[in-house]
């Protein structure tokens, strides 16, 4: 039995129609997935936290130079209350 042109181009828009409605709702989710969920939420997210990251960054690279000589003057005072803590136990 062969089929005829007409049933074949029927069969089509058949499977044309199923396969639509089958789409349709996938094509939703993807939608919503994509605007509602990366636009409205995790763009927004990634964009405040790279902001604080630049920020803390930008104040650690401000005060990198600050701190060297946090530590010289750190290893300085140890020193002088360590001669301070003997000369005065040798007083006392």
């Not at 639509?20 to 993807?30: C, V």
């Not at 104040?59 to 360590?82: C, F, H, P, Q, T």
Request: proline residues 2%; negative net charge; aromatic residues 4%.
């Amino acid at each position: 039995m062969a089929l005829s042109s007409e049933d074949l181009l029927a069969i089509s828009r058949l499977l044309d129609t199923k396969l639509d409605a089958r789409l349709k709702p996938i094509e939703n989710r993807i939608k919503r997935i994509e605007v509602d969920l990366i636009e409205n939420n995790v763009i927004p997210r990634l964009n405040t936290i790279e902001s604080c990251y630049i920020d803390t960054y930008n104040r650690y690279k401000d005060n990198a130079d600050k701190m060297e000589g946090a530590y010289a003057d750190i290893e300085l005072l140890k020193k002088v209350v360590s001669e301070h803590s003997e000369k005065l136990q040798k007083i006392s």
